[in-house]
């Protein structure tokens, strides 16, 4: 049985890291097959306008596997974003044979700017998208029929998925490769790239440490990175003080003016964001996750968990291991 094939349209303008991204995780993605060898969840092919090498806005030059015209089958599309999707004939030339192979697609995805080149096929009128937070205003003014998130990293309505800015490209592929495949594989996938396999919140945030360090200056400037390091010590007040060589009511006024929170708060929820990704690996006990991201008990973590996210740490998981299950058994259905 041959792997479900995944195209990515190319053209001169794109944004090399929406191919690149894309590319390396659907090919890393491999399973176990019956005879106990390892074998590639997917085939990745690169599909452009014209057979000639295009040049990325980077200016990395890139030679497509195949033409638009001479395309195979695919199971997936992406079209990564780029200048050259939202400015001149690329664009209008992908949207026209998107609408010609649509029906014969099982997904289709846009990366970034890339809804530029798929919105015009009208597959996505009525439909919520997402796209880089800088172009969102301008994309749902050019097509009003579009519904808009400024603040996604991806969203999937129906069998169309769209991805905000740029690394956004990684989290919608793992997505898809954990809907094909299930969490372990994409976990895999997420190890060997050195990402998160789900982060949370949207693209104004990113993550909380990344905020932290994009505002912070002087002092404050590597203590984020510090803090995820540290999870498990000591972050208390006094010794975070301490850290930056601030008294603690000076901390606490100098975090709250850039921030808009306590320490105490930025803390907690960073232990548990963590928390909640471990819990989904399934490789450790309740009791070792609230140790190991630096609760004192498993009762003050358990009561924060259910606080922050509405359920307890036990039931999370176990309606993480549900839709585990669930795909499982559409799977072996099909």
């Known amino acids: 049985m041959k ?4 195209g990515l349209i190319g053209y001169d303008g794109v944004q090399a890291l929406d191919i690149i991204g ?7 993605a491999e399973i ?3 005879n106990g060898q390892r074998r590639p969840c997917y085939e990745v092919i690169i599909v452009g306008i014209t057979n000639k090498p295009f040049r990325a806005e980077s200016g990395i030059s890139f030679q497509p596997h195949t033409t638009l015209r001479h395309a195979p089958t695919l199971d997936t599309l992406i079209i990564p974003g780029g200048r050259g999707a939202r400015i001149g004939k690329s664009g209008n030339l992908i949207a026209k044979w ?7 697609i099982r997904r289709i995805a846009s990366v970034c700017t890339g809804v530029y080149a798929l919105a015009p096929t009208g597959l996505l009128d009525g439909r919520r998208v997402t796209t880089h937070w800088r172009f969102a205003n301008d994309v749902a003014r050019r097509f009003p029929k579009l519904n808009v998130n400024h603040d996604a990293l991806f969203l999937k309505d129906g069998p169309f998925y769209t991805a905000g800015g740029i690394t956004a490209s990684v989290d919608l592929a793992l997505a898809l490769i954990e809907e094909d495949y299930g969490p372990r594989v994409a976990l895999a996938v997420a190890r060997e790239l050195v990402v998160f396999l789900k982060r949370s919140g949207g693209q104004k945030q990113y993550s909380e440490p990344l905020e932290f360090q994009i505002n912070s200056t002087d002092r404050f400037a590597d203590l984020a990175s510090w803090m995820v390091e540290h999870m498990r010590g000591d972050l ?12 603690p009511r000076h901390f606490v006024r100098r ?3 850039a ?5 105490a708060a930025f803390v907690e929820n960073l232990r548990l964001d963590e928390a909640r990704r471990r819990l989904s690996e399934r490789t450790q ?3 070792n996750v609230a140790s190991s991201v630096g609760f004192q008990s498993d009762d003050v973590f358990r009561r924060a968990f259910q606080r922050r996210f509405g359920v307890k740490p036990s039931s999370y998981r176990s309606r993480f291991d549900a839709r585990t299950k669930s795909r499982s058994r559409r799977k072996k259905a099909r």
């Not at 894309?22 to 890393?28: E, L, N």
């Not at 208390?236 to 008294?247: E, G």
């Open 3 to 6: 792997p479900p094939r995944v």
């Open 236 to 247: 208390s007040l006094n010794a975070l003080a301490k850290r930056v060589c601030l008294s």
């Open 32 to 34: 176990e097959s019956d």
């Open 255 to 257: 975090f709250k003016q």
């Open 259 to 263: 921030f808009g929170g306590t320490p």
């Open 22 to 28: 894309p590319s390396d995780a659907f090919t890393i």
């Open 98 to 104: 998107v609408s010609s192979r649509a029906k014969r």
């Open 285 to 287: 006990t309740i009791e």
